[in-house]
């Protein structure tokens, strides 16, 4: 007897769990910048593709320390991150980019 096989059965795929955030602080010629995302304030550090710009809608897994592509939804193009921080409130970001950028 043959089993009769149905797509509609199967479990649907994983959400693709993707952290959003927008672009709250950059300063003119640092790689780092500040985020405003889901669970609080991040710091990223641009490692190359798009430049995203103050007010850009970020997507992807960037609250996860480490190296990340993700996509800039505003520009629709995609750059590389490396997670600094994440989980921050809004002082202490600033604190931190701050640091970072300062001269």
């Not at 089993?3 to 790689?31: E, N, S, W």
């Not at 780092?32 to 809608?57: C, K, Q, R």
Request: a negative charge; one cysteine or more; proline letters at 5%.
């Amino acid at each position: 007897m043959a089993l009769k096989f149905d797509l509609c059965d199967l479990p649907p795929p994983p959400a693709y769990a993707a952290t959003q955030g927008i672009v709250t602080k950059r300063i003119f010629g640092c790689d780092y910048f500040m985020v405003n995302a889901t669970g609080g304030y991040a710091i990223l550090e641009w490692h190359g593709g798009h430049d995203p710009d103050s007010g850009d809608l970020l997507v992807g897994k960037f609250e996860i320390y480490g190296m990340h592509e993700i996509v800039d939804d505003t520009a629709d193009e995609t750059l590389t991150v490396r997670t600094e921080e994440y989980d921050l409130s809004r002082t202490r970001a600033l604190e931190i980019l701050v640091d970072k950028c300062g001269d």
